[in-house]
Nanobody, 117 residues
Framework: VQLQASGGGLVKSGGSLRLSCAASGSRFSIGAMGWYRQAPGKQRELVATITSSGLPNYADSVKGRFTISRDNAKNTVYLQMNSLKLEDTAVYYC????????????WGQGTLVTVSS
């Protein structure tokens, strides 16, 4: 399974960005998808996940600012990021799980989001 993420970039504090991640090459249905991030010197952390039926889950730090969604027909997950803060600066990784493979987890290559003052 290949995950291709896009949409990162440089944005000023308070601005918005939309990340996309398209999954391809899976013989099996894709289950939960999500976004994680890793800031310099820190561990990778969960940002948001969404089940195949569309139930979202958010980290407390992004609740009310970020919205995760998905298009199952396109095997694509999105992350709309509003009111961005300096501390949102990180490499954002998309993730997809395959239930038929015991929830095996695939990762995208990461896309850099830089929030400036």
């Amino acid at each position: 399974v290949q995950l291709q993420a896009s949409g990162g970039g440089l944005v000023k504090s308070g601005g918005s960005l939309r990340l996309s991640c398209a999954a391809s090459g899976s013989r099996f249905s894709i289950g939960a998808m999500g976004w994680y991030r890793q800031a310099p010197g820190k561990q990778r952390e969960l940002v948001a996940t969404i089940t195949s039926s569309g139930l979202p889950n958010y980290a407390d730090s992004v609740k009310g600012r970020f919205t995760i969604s998905r298009d199952n027909a396109k095997n694509t997950v999105y992350l709309q990021m509003n009111s961005l803060k300096l501390e949102d600066t990180a490499v954002y990784y998309c993730n997809a799980r395959i239930p038929a493979l015991l929830e095996y987890s695939y990762w995208g290559q990461g896309t850099l989001v830089t929030v400036s003052s």
